[in-house]
Structure formats: structure tokens, C-alpha cells
């Protein structure tokens, strides 16, 4: 079985910095797609960011390009989300995903999911 465990969310300011985490046992995120989804109170699932290691292609929403970055840490099985220059409109639960069986920006093609990590992004 897949287990995916987020970490690293808080409360900041706009303008500052996160780094949250994806932790993933039962499986190794070598060669394998990893996707980043944020919702929102209230709101869809929506996608932050994706790598689509068949590709070797990262992928951002237009929202955050140039804000957000998705970086690996192999020997540790974790894939990291590393968000800069936060807006209010970032506040939400922060999950990874893992078994793409489809597009990256399509919540319900990814097959598991961790628990979420709150971040918070105040005026």
C-alpha cells in the first residue's frame, strides 16, 4: 500500500516563504509522477504543481509559476514544494499525489493521496 504524508505547512505573512514535504512509504518517487494540489475552504481541489517524471517535465499553475518550486530528495523518499512570495489566495490544505493515470492538472487522475498540511497566508 502507498502512504503519503505532507508536512511543513504554517501561518505567514504575505510575502514570505514555506517548504513543505511528501513523504512516501510503500513506495520510492524515483522515475514515478508526484503532483502538488491545494483546496481551499470551501473550494475544489485544484492543482499547484506536478512532475511528470516520463516526461522529465515540471509543470506549475499559472498562478504560482515563478513563485513555487517542486525539488526530490532521493535518499530521503521525499519530494518537496518550496513556495515563495506566498498571497493570501495560497491559504489551504496542501496535498501530494502520487499514481498519475492521466494529466496532472486533473485532480481525479491521481490515484492516492496524503492527508493534507494546512498553510495559511495572512495580509
Known amino acids: 500500500a502507498v502512504q503519503l504524508v505532507e508536512s511543513g505547512g504554517g501561518s505567514v505573512q504575505a510575502g514570505g516563504s514555506l517548504r513543505l514535504a511528501c513523504t512516501a512509504s510503500?513506495?520510492?518517487?524515483?522515475?514515478?509522477?508526484i503532483g502538488w494540489y491545494r483546496q481551499a475552504p470551501g473550494n475544489e481541489r485544484e492543482v499547484v504543481a506536478a512532475?511528470?517524471?516520463?516526461?522529465?517535465?515540471?509543470f506549475y499553475a499559472d498562478s504560482v509559476r515563478g513563485r513555487f518550486a517542486i525539488s526530490q530528495d532521493h535518499t530521503e523518499n521525499t519530494v518537496y514544494l518550496q513556495m515563495n512570495n506566498l498571497k493570501p489566495e495560497y491559504t489551504g490544505v496542501y496535498y501530494c499525489a502520487s499514481e498519475l493515470r492521466g494529466t496532472w492538472n486533473h485532480p481525479g487522475d491521481w490515484g492516492d493521496w496524503g492527508q493534507g498540511t494546512q498553510v495559511t497566508v495572512s495580509s
Open positions: 510503500g513506495f520510492t518517487f524515483d522515475g514515478s509522477d
Open positions: 512532475i511528470v517524471n516520463r516526461n522529465g517535465n515540471t
